[in-house]
Every structure is written in C-alpha cells, then in structure tokens.
C-alpha cells in the first residue's frame, strides 16, 4: 500500500497530465510542466515563457467515497449521493483553496484545476448547476476536469467562464 504523500502525489501528478493534454490540445499558449513543488504545487511555462503556478485538488463526495474508489475500502456500495450535496462539497473545496493560495509569495499567477472523482455526477451536472458554484477570483483560471456520463474522456472547463 503507498503512503500518504505518495498516493497524494500520485493523484496529483496524473491531474497535472489531464490538464496540460487537455489545455496543449485546446488552446494556443501551449504548457509545459517545469517543477513539482509544493506551494503551488506545479508550475507550468507557456510556449511565450509565462510561468504559470498551479494548485491541484480533487473532489470526493466525502471520505468513504474516496477509500472505496482509491481501493482502501471493503464496502462495495455507498449510500445516496445528491448533486447538490456534491455542489456544496466543491464550494467548500475552492473556499478552502482559495484561503490556501492567499497565503503564497507568488511572483507569477496561480491557477487551480480540480479533478472530478465522481462515478456518479460528470461534467455536464455541474454545468447545469453553474450558477450555484462558488467562482473565487483569486485565481487567474479554476479548471474543473471532469468524465461525463458514458463518455470515458476528460472534459474541461474553466468555472470563472462558465
């Protein structure tokens, strides 16, 4: 079993990979990883030369979710889970992330993607309820990866823009 820190930055290192594809595929100003640190915990440089600080989260619906779907659980079923619940979730998320990067001597902007974890709620949910969702101006961008419904590909959209 990995620890702690492993498994975090595991998870990390894989939402990074989402992002950068998903952006260099999308967009102009194509991104490359330039160090793994901790506050960011990423910082990308552009094809202009712009850095580019990156902070990760991930987004359970709540702590057993996270252990069955990490392997860590010997539950096989979870109870109810609501879309609203999840939006709630995600707000208190980019709250408490928002709080993090006030805390950063950055000399460069501060981006936040957030991977979606959910078998349940995809993309698309959380577009419906767009306007519920917390949008912390902190951040230069706040990407939001994530599998909708049958469609096995990463979807991403900036939450600021939406």
């Given at each position: 079993?990995?620890n702690?820190?492993?498994?975090k930055?595991a998870?990390?290192?894989a939402a990074?990979e989402?992002?950068i594809n998903l952006?260099n595929?999308n967009h102009?100003?194509?991104?490359?990883?330039i160090?793994?640190?901790?506050s960011?915990d990423?910082?990308?440089?552009n094809?202009?030369?712009e850095?580019?600080?990156i902070e990760?989260a991930?987004?359970?619906y709540?702590?057993?979710e996270?252990?069955?779907l990490l392997?860590r659980s010997?539950?096989?079923t979870h109870?109810?889970?609501?879309?609203?619940e999840?939006?709630n979730?995600?707000n208190?998320?980019?709250?408490?992330?928002?709080k993090k990067?006030l805390?950063?001597?950055?000399?460069?902007p501060i981006?936040l993607?957030?991977?979606?974890a959910?078998?349940?709620f995809?993309m698309s949910?959380f577009?419906?309820?767009?306007?519920?969702?917390y949008?912390?101006?902190?951040?230069k961008?706040?990407?939001?990866?994530?599998?909708d419904?049958?469609?096995?590909?990463w979807?991403?959209?900036?939450?600021?823009k939406?």
């Open positions: 079993m990995k702690h820190n492993e498994e930055f998870l990390e290192n990074i989402i992002f952006h595929c102009n100003g194509q991104y490359e990883l160090e793994r640190r901790e960011p990423f910082v990308l440089r094809s202009e030369g850095l580019l600080g990760v991930h987004l359970f709540d702590f057993e996270a252990k069955m392997g010997s539950n096989n109870g109810l889970e609501m879309n609203n999840l939006i979730i995600l208190n998320l980019l709250k408490q992330k928002e990067v805390k950063y001597e950055g000399i460069y981006a993607v957030i991977r979606n959910s078998p349940i995809g949910d577009i419906r309820d767009k306007e519920l969702i949008k912390p101006i902190i951040y961008s706040v990407w939001f990866v994530s599998k419904g049958n469609y096995n590909d979807l991403m959209k900036d939450i600021l939406i």
